[in-house]
């Protein structure tokens, strides 16, 4: 697969990334341990170089996972992990105060079985504390060697310019996809104008965008979705006719609607790096013969035709959780 750098100080990973919190939490219950560590294998094997996790995600068993499964090849490979929530509970609120960082740090690599963090994200922007005290803990922990780089997760375009004027960001990781498209606003020229990456996450909208949900879907109960107001069933009746009519362009094109979801990402900046995820082999498969796909003019014109058509029903997340993104 081709790579792309992210940020001015280049860090080199393939174009498409793997989003491994589904093989632990969020959708559903966990993936069978070797099942999941032969699926992260997998997608090393067909060239995935970024590997996505976060303390949260478990809390800690994907990072426990990444740790053992990318172990025969880890430097061969970059891992991104994410701090900020205390405990690494996500209900149980924020916290990215120097001393947490640190002592997060010192656990991820532990719990990944490693001697550096590649790509180190603040998951979301802690308004309890300064951000320019969050980027120097992570500027000291560059300067120790445990962390390469520092990231930044659904932060406001003000935090990541003071963030960066401490400690220079390299990528950002906030959603962004074909029904998510507030980034363009003043996101994208932000990271462009400061030379930071794009790591878009839900890329085929947490399954959505792949025609694979549909009005009838039942998610298990611990699902994350299930509290998504644009994945409620009404709303994914009336979302129904964007997935339709981005699958008539995908089958015109002879490829899958999720392959126009990330061949479309990948044709907005050369330095965007989506992180899709999956459980499964054949999607993975299917997934990363995106980055072999080149939307010509026509193509992205129908899709920008189709985009400006259709109205998204439903808030991507419902209000205690939009409430901490975009700080
Ligand atoms: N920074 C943050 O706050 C944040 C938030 C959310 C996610 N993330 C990161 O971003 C990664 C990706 O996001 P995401 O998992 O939320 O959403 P996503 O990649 O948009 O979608 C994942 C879902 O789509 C399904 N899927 C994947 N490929 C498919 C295909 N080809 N056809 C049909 N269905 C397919 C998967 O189900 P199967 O497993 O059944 O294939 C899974 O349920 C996560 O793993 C995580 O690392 C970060």
């Known amino acids: 697969m081709q790579t792309r750098q992210l940020g001015t100080s280049r860090l080199e990973v393939s174009a498409l990334g793997l989003g491994c919190m589904g093989l632990s939490y969020g959708y559903g219950p966990a993936t069978e341990k070797t099942q999941a560590i032969t699926?992260?294998?997998?997608?090393?094997?067909?060239?995935?170089?970024?590997?996505?996790?976060?303390?949260?995600?478990?809390?800690?068993?994907?990072?426990?996972?990444?740790?053992?499964?990318?172990?025969?090849?880890?430097?061969k490979v970059a891992i991104a992990t994410k701090f900020g929530f205390k405990g690494g509970k996500v209900d149980a609120g924020l916290d990215s105060s120097p001393a947490n960082v640190k002592a997060v740090a010192e656990a991820a690599l532990k719990r990944l079985k490693t001697d550096r963090i590649d790509l180190f994200y603040q998951h979301r922007v802690d308004p309890g504390v300064p951000i320019e005290e969050t980027a120097g803990a992570v500027k000291d922990l560059i300067r120790d060697g445990k962390v390469l780089h520092f990231g930044m997760s659904e932060a406001g375009a003000s935090s990541i310019r003071r963030a960066h004027a401490v400690q220079p960001v390299t990528a950002?990781?906030?959603?962004?996809?074909?029904?998510?498209?507030?980034?363009?606003?003043e996101i994208l020229p932000t990271l462009e104008e400061l030379g930071i990456g794009f790591v878009p996450f839900s890329p085929l909208g947490k399954g959505f965008?792949?025609?694979?949900?549909?009005e009838s879907t039942t998610f298990d109960s611990s699902d994350f979705r299930n509290i998504v107001p644009r994945l409620s069933p009404s709303a994914r009746k009336s979302n129904q006719t964007l997935?339709?009519?981005?699958?008539?362009?995908?089958?015109?094109?002879?490829?899958?609607p999720a392959q126009i979801a990330l061949a479309w990402l990948l044709a907005q900046k050369?330095?965007?790096?989506?992180?899709?995820?999956?459980?499964?082999?054949?999607?993975?498969?299917?997934?990363?013969?995106?980055?072999?796909?080149?939307?010509?003019?026509a193509d992205l014109s129908a899709i920008a035709a189709v985009?400006?058509?259709?109205?998204?029903?439903?808030?991507?997340?419902?209000?205690?959780?939009?409430?901490?993104?975009?700080?």
Not at 46 to 61: H, K, N, Q, S
Not at 172 to 185: A, F, G, H, I, V
Not at 282 to 289: A, F, V
Not at 312 to 322: F, I, K, S
């Open 39 to 75: 699926l992260i294998r997998a997608a090393f094997e067909r060239g995935v170089t970024l590997f996505d996790t976060a303390e949260a995600y478990g809390p800690f068993l994907n990072e426990e996972l990444l740790g053992e499964a990318l172990a025969p090849f880890r430097d």
């Open 172 to 185: 950002l990781q906030s959603e962004y996809s074909l029904w998510w498209r507030e980034p363009e606003l």
């Open 209 to 214: 965008l792949t025609g694979a949900i549909t």
């Open 243 to 256: 997935v339709a009519l981005l699958g008539e362009i995908a089958a015109a094109r002879k490829v899958t």
């Open 270 to 297: 050369p330095w965007i790096v989506p992180i899709p995820g999956t459980t499964k082999l054949h999607r993975l498969e299917e997934n990363l013969g995106a980055a072999a796909v080149t939307l010509s003019k």
């Open 307 to 327: 985009l400006a058509k259709v109205a998204v029903q439903g808030d991507r997340y419902p209000a205690h959780l939009q409430a901490r993104v975009g700080r």
